[in-house]
């Protein structure tokens, strides 16, 4: 290919005041090809945001791996015998038991169910971010196995709906209770406001409560039991595998489930979503190949003389076929690069400046995140300019089909 064809193709589609109309046709075939790469890229960060977002924020409240009883007992009584056999399991890097139970929390300004989660503190910090930088008060409280009331750590939107501020008394009422002469009983403890945790994640903070371990056991008087052993791994990729060794480690009587499994409906759906984006606003760019289509055979028509004159002189078909050809891959380029320029730009701006809110309460989320991968942009140009080209080759094929001494015979 010489500097021949690109010189021609590049004068064609800057058309002269009589071929106006091909050249708004050109100008729109660019902008479509512009839009259809930008809603791609834009389309792409969200999907991507609320993803990685996601994923984020939940692997920052939840563990990896849970390992718990197959059928439901009395709890996992060897836990700390479990906790360090799994700790030799490889990939697996934390190990933090856990027991969690059913809760109503009695506010002043109302009563409201929730997660209540009893912790080894310091196991516990190696597993999840919740914990790690609160948003207000301490995790001294809940190291202390003797104080009163036990200290509890509520999630910022738990907070919002109980009433309770740090530093105050909060009844925890457990539905389970006590085993009376006169039937179950419910239990009633007290607990002391120490820290308010924000994850991120509104079903999380609006819903979990941390405390002891033993502060657990107390409530529901229990004997010195969990009923969960959670795990952190290396690669989260791989965390199916890495369960079907922790299986073999603890035995026929326990199970385990995964981040991918618990969370198995929300990462189907924004793949389904993907997917769906994908093939929504690639439409846009399958109408910009057809104007692209109509410009390149109006062009044809309009250029017959300009062919024969230039056939006539010596250029071959295959050089007139990329001709019309590179005027397709032109349209492509361009519409392409500005498509990415402005796509990215204003991903980065709407993510930054969090030009969309979101309710909360619906999405999980307080603002639509903007993710933009350089590589989607790669491949997304690469499809608009292929695209681009393959609407070109009837109009080419048609082009070659001229014979200058036909054409000429009337000029």
Avoid at 92 to 119: C, D, E, H, M, R
Avoid at 383 to 401: E, K
């Amino acid at each position: 290919m010489t500097t021949f064809e690109l010189f021609v193709a590049g004068r064609y589609l800057r058309a002269r005041r009589k071929e106006a109309v091909i050249s708004v046709i050109t100008v729109i075939s660019v902008v479509g090809v512009a839009a259809g790469v930008m809603a791609l890229v834009i389309a792409l960060a969200v999907n991507n945001g609320f993803k990685n977002t996601l994923q984020r924020n939940l692997l920052g409240a939840m563990a990896h791996i849970n390992v718990m009883e197959k059928t439901p007992g009395n709890g996992i009584a060897d836990w700390r015998e479990m906790a360090a056999r799994l700790r030799k399991v490889p990939h697996v890097t934390a190990v933090s038991p856990a027991i969690y139970t059913p809760v109503f929390l009695a506010g002043p300004v109302q009563s409201k169910g929730a997660i209540l989660k009893g912790i080894d503190v310091d196991s516990e910090l190696k597993i999840t971010e919740s914990l790690r930088h609160l948003q207000a008060g301490s995790l001294d409280r809940l190291r202390d196995p003797d104080i009163s009331p036990p200290g509890i750590v509520l999630g910022a939107d738990l907070v919002a709906d109980t009433g309770m501020i740090l530093k105050s008394r909060l009844d925890v009422v457990s539905p389970e209770g006590e085993l009376t002469p006169f039937g179950p009983k419910a239990a009633v403890r007290p607990f002391y406001v120490c820290g308010i945790f924000k994850s991120g994640f509104f079903e999380i903070d609006d819903n979990w409560a941390y405390t002891s371990i033993l502060a657990v056991q107390r409530a529901l008087s229990l004997p010195d039991v969990v009923n969960q052993i959670e795990l952190k791994v290396d690669d989260l990729n791989n965390a199916p595998a890495i369960a079907r060794d922790v299986e073999k480690a603890v035995g026929p009587k326990f199970t385990t489930t995964t981040w991918m499994e618990r969370n198995q409906q929300l990462l189907s759906a924004l793949k389904m979503e993907r997917a769906v984006t994908i093939i929504t606003i690639g439409l846009i760019e399958l109408v910009a190949a057809l104007n692209i289509l109509i410009t390149l055979v109006m062009m044809v028509m309009e250029k017959y003389r300009d062919i024969a004159v230039l056939m006539s002189m010596g250029a071959r078909k295959q050089q007139i076929r990329r001709i019309f050809m590179l005027q397709g891959v032109l349209i492509g380029i361009a519409g392409s690069a500005i498509g990415l320029a402005l796509g990215y730009s204003l991903s980065v701006l709407a993510d930054k400046y969090r030009w969309i809110k979101l309710p909360e309460s619906v999405y999980s989320l307080s603002f639509v995140p903007f993710e933009p991968r350089p590589y989607d942009g790669l491949w997304i140009a690469a499809a608009a300019i292929l695209v681009s080209f393959l609407a070109t080759i009837y109009p080419a094929r048609s082009a070659t089909r001229i014979t200058p001494a036909e054409v000429l015979r009337y000029e």
